[in-house]
């Protein structure tokens, strides 16, 4: 059976006796007998050889520093090892110290010599990894990569894939069922001599040696649980990821982020090889897997650079030209604009920036490459996504005049900065783009005809609406007058109404109040789509369980003046948002309107229409010949009037629209300041529907009376609502009135509204909004619209 598993441990890993053996559980746990290991040099050994290299370099004494390595070696095996296996590694750690001693007493030592120091701290490792693993009884055998991967010298070795490979496989065929522990950062050239892997060459060395062994998986253990969506040092919601594929990863590497090199994954690319990262010193919790394609979508990863090398050059040559001659040299910019004619800006890590300046000398006159500068000052703030660009309106709001325009490619959006902007931008862009999705949950209050059609809107715009707004916005509670259901994962609006039925229970407001408050959700958006006056009632109450609401109800709006001055109140302390655009118009932008006026500097000065479908297709098929009473049951016959036609005939309703607007413009009025002349008489005001409905000839004698009279004057009658200010006050009143023909209430398709506007702007030729003022669907239209500017202001930073 194929081997599955490659474990590497870097020196964070390996750095005592403790971390020694947390590794050895791991690989007794979390393995198989036949695992392949790569381990890096114990904790800080690459860093003593090193540093035993200068001194010797600089002439000064290196002793004393190699008794101390060889102190810190020779604790490790005696902590972890009995015996016998203990005085076995203690002679080959002896003999080892004498070479290093002859090595470094070497005057002119060649570089092969340099790096047989350098590479002793993974031969150490592998050794005594291996050993403590069989102490523990298990097969195992420590490997020197010298003897697997073979390289050609260049500034970075290159590996001769073919031979390696085969190399390889010969070991795996030789050991089998044992685990192999093998040195990462070292390999050699044909002749045997050692080559060093440069930096994360232990990384390398493992994805490399994976994917010769054919692996399946290559878990990287370090000091972090993997890789997050931020930086968890600088953000402090920095998140987890648990998925992301190899391109993201690779993307995320090359613009710095420290967790993987890129270097690490391109062995990785045209294999079947996942890659793991995961904590050893907590094995058992989430990693980060990159898989070679990742089919679920990862989480935007947000990263910075403090400071980076910008350097801008004229360019003859075609720029694509210039950019192959970098790809070739390994030396792809992080991100490049064009600054202006034949004018070019490309940015890098600092450590780059040597080499990078080297190579554009040579390029000169092949590329036709002039005025080169560097310049320094500016940090580097990306984000990294398979779907960057669905981010990148986001991203460019957060821009300072002073940052770069957003650069863009298939994965990634970057842009420079001065560097004292790189951790507030840093921190700006993982909220908005990154950090944790707003959960806002929607309570539907009445689940009628209205609510009905809102639920259907919903369920067609929601999916691009959590796009757009960059949130989740999930319907969580449904009620009727006496029943209630609440999901925190959210109702389907493929069976809600089934749902409903079956699981909805009886409440009361308090059982209502305390499921919203159970509910995991950043804020809560109740609609109200009914005309219930004691839900009406409720609104301080959720106002003050911090609930915005979204009214069709007109009873708040045209509530007591007190009442309305709390609610307004409660507002502005709590940044609340309530909004109630369809208990006016329906669908008609008659509040947005107002608004806008407003905001503009204009000041209404009146305000007058029909506000009634009913009372509009009333008087538009009214001719005077036919009796009025009949309209009034052809109407009730096809659903156009209330089930009790005083509702519509009264003209209370168009009486509370006039003062919600009037409320809208700033006057303070109460319902009583608005006069209202019913179409209903007194007497027939209080007896039963049925009653009324027998009795509706009694209306027919006054209003044929007012038909003839208004005729005679060539004029027309419609029921108005109309408000005015004036030097005295204000003039406000809803009744019957007689209208020029030309007049914009007397031409109305039947069944619409009509709002007419006159401002200081708007004098001789008033504002006119006509259009359809009740109906199920557009009146979920306006519920919707007020919800999403809600969701909108909501979130604002």
């Not at 649980?225 to 648990?242: S, Y």
């Not at 944790?436 to 369920?459: C, D, F, Q, S």
């Not at 005083?646 to 209370?652: I, N």
């Not at 209430?745 to 259009?771: C, E, H, K, M």
Request: glycine letters at 6%; charged letters at 20%; aromatic letters at 6%.
């Amino acid at each position: 059976m194929a081997r599955s598993h490659l474990h590497k441990f870097g020196g964070s890993s390996l750095a005592d006796p403790d971390c020694y053996r947390r590794v050895a559980h791991i690989l007794l746990t979390h393995g198989r007998p036949d695992d392949l290991i790569v381990v890096s040099a114990a904790g800080k050994t690459t860093n003593f050889l090193y540093k035993l290299l200068a001194l010797r370099e600089q002439g000064q004494l290196w002793q004393e520093e190699l008794q101390v390595l060889m102190n810190y070696q020779q604790n490790l095996i005696e902590q972890l090892l009995s015996n016998s296996q203990a005085r076995q590694l203690r002679e080959r750690l002896a003999n080892d110290r004498a070479t290093l001693m002859s090595l470094l007493a070497l005057d002119g030592r060649s570089d092969y010599q340099c790096n047989q120091v350098v590479g002793f701290g993974e031969r150490w490792s592998a050794r005594l990894m291996a050993a403590l693993l069989r102490e523990s009884g298990v097969a195992a055998c420590n490997v020197d990569a010298r003897g697997l991967l073979i390289a050609d010298e260049a500034a970075v070795p290159k590996i001769r894939v073919e031979e390696s490979r085969a190399k390889v496989q010969q070991m795996l065929k030789q050991h089998p069922d044992e685990r192999l522990v093998i040195t990462g950062f070292i390999c050699a050239n044909p002749a045997g001599e050692m080559l060093l892997l440069g930096r994360n060459g232990s990384d390398f060395s493992a994805t490399l040696i994976a994917s010769l062994a054919d692996i399946d998986r290559v878990t990287i253990w370090t000091d972090v649980e993997g890789v997050f969506n931020a930086d968890p040092n600088k953000i402090q919601d920095a998140r987890l990821l648990q998925n992301m594929s190899l391109a993201e990863a690779d993307r995320l590497a090359r613009l710095g982020s420290p967790v993987l090199h890129s270097r690490t994954l391109q062995p990785l690319y045209n294999t079947q090889v996942s890659l793991a990262v995961r904590s050893s010193y907590a094995p058992q919790t989430d990693f980060t897997l990159v898989a070679p394609q990742n089919d679920v979508a990862s989480a935007p990863v947000v990263t910075s650079l403090d400071e980076v090398l910008t350097v801008t050059l004229q360019l003859q040559s075609p720029w694509e030209n210039l950019l192959e001659a970098l790809e070739h040299a390994g030396l792809q910019p992080l991100a490049h604009w064009s600054v202006g004619k034949q004018k070019h800006e490309l940015a890098y890590t600092l450590e780059s920036g040597k080499q990078l300046l080297a190579l554009l000398q040579q390029l000169t006159e092949a590329l036709g490459i002039s005025d080169v500068e560097s310049h320094r000052g500016f940090g580097l703030v990306a984000l990294v996504s398979a779907a960057a660009a669905q981010y990148r309106r986001s991203f460019a709001r957060l821009l300072s005049r002073e940052a770069r325009p957003l650069y863009q490619d298939a994965l990634s959006l970057v842009t420079l900065v001065p560097q004292q902007q790189v951790a507030l931008l840093t921190q700006k862009v993982h909220r908005r783009c990154a950090g944790p999705r707003k959960r806002i949950g929607i309570i539907l209050l009445g689940v009628g005809n209205i609510g009905e059609a809102w639920v259907t809107l919903y369920g067609k715009s929601a999916q691009q609406l959590n796009r757009q707004l960059e949130a989740e916005v999930v319907l969580v509670g449904l009620a009727s007058s006496s029943k209630a259901l609440f999901c925190n994962a959210g109702i389907a609006v493929t069976d809600w109404q089934t749902r409903f039925e079956a699981e909805a229970t009886p409440w009361q407001y308090e059982h209502l109040f305390e499921q919203a408050d159970a509910l995991a959700c950043d804020e809560l958006i109740a609609l109200d789509i009914s005309a219930s006056a004691s839900l009406t009632l409720q609104y301080p109450e959720f106002f003050a369980h911090g609930i915005h609401m979204v009214s069709a109800n007109k009873l708040a709006g045209s509530g007591p003046l007190a009442f309305y001055r709390e609610l307004k109140q409660m507002l502005g302390n709590r940044r609340l948002f309530w909004r109630y655009n369809a208990s006016c118009g329906a669908g008609l932008p008659v509040q947005h309107a107002l608004n806008d006026l407003h905001n503009s500097g204009d000041q209404v000065q009146a305000v007058g229409g029909i506000f009634s479908g009913t009372l509009c297709w009333l008087f538009e098929n009214y001719d005077g010949i036919r009796p009025f009473s009949e309209l009034v049951l052809e109407a009730k016959a096809l659903g156009i009037t209330e089930p009790d036609p005083r509702d519509d005939l009264s003209g209370r309703d168009m009486q509370r629209k006039l003062l919600i607007l009037a409320r809208e413009i700033g006057l303070e009025l109460e319902l009583d300041d608005i006069r209202l002349s019913s179409l209903v008489p007194a007497h027939l005001a209080e007896i039963s529907v049925d009653e009324f409905l027998q009795r509706l000839p009694e209306l027919d004698g006054e209003l044929a009376q007012q038909y003839a009279a208004a005729n005679e004057q060539g004029k027309v009658l419609r029921y108005v609502a109309a408000l005015e200010r004036t030097e005295q006050g204000v003039n406000a009143e809803v009744a019957l009135q007689w209208v020029e023909p030309s007049h914009p209430y007397a031409n109305l398709t039947p069944g619409d509204n009509v709002f007419v506007i006159r401002s200081a702007f708007y004098q001789g030729n008033p504002l006119i909004i006509r259009g359809p003022g009740a109906g199920r669907e557009v009146t979920a239209a306006a519920v919707q619209s007020d919800l999403v500017q809600i969701c909108r202001d909501l979130l604002e930073d």
